[in-house]
């Protein structure tokens, strides 16, 4: 069991930058792959970017590519979403999600309450 608290969301201009932080706890995080998804009103919820347990495989969606970086401390037990250049159209709730499978896409099992981001034009 895996249980997840982000925080660092906000209400930025477009092309600025906030970091997101996704906490966990739980003696699996360290094996635990990760992931970042986001839901705006009126959407489904979409996959943001995802990290391998070891850190050594990321993948983002093509939105977001070039422009968010995703990473890892398994020695705090904590995730982190950075992003940078932000466009209004990442206006979204940001949730973070953990799951036992190394598969990086696909379903996860764990999530966060979500933290709220707003890219102001």
């Known amino acids: 069991q895996v249980q997840l608290v982000e925080s660092g969301g906000g209400l930025v201009q477009a092309g600025g930058s906030l970091r997101l932080s996704c906490a966990a706890s739980?003696?699996?995080?360290?094996?635990?792959?990760m992931g970042w998804f986001r839901q705006a009103p009126g959407k489904e919820r979409e996959f943001v970017a995802g990290?391998?347990?070891?850190?050594?495989?990321?993948i983002y969606a093509d939105s977001t590519k070039g422009r968010f970086t995703i990473s890892r401390d398994n020695a705090k037990n904590t995730v982190y979403l950075q992003m940078n250049s932000l466009k209004p159209e990442d206006t979204a709730v940001y949730y973070c999600?953990?799951?036992?499978?190394?598969?990086?896409?696909?379903?996860?099992?764990?999530w966060g309450q979500g933290t709220q981001v707003t890219v102001s034009s």
């Open positions: 999600a953990a799951k036992r499978s190394a598969l990086v896409r696909g379903e996860y099992e764990y």
């Open positions: 990290i391998s347990w070891r850190g050594g495989i990321t």
């Open positions: 739980g003696r699996t995080f360290s094996s635990s792959t």
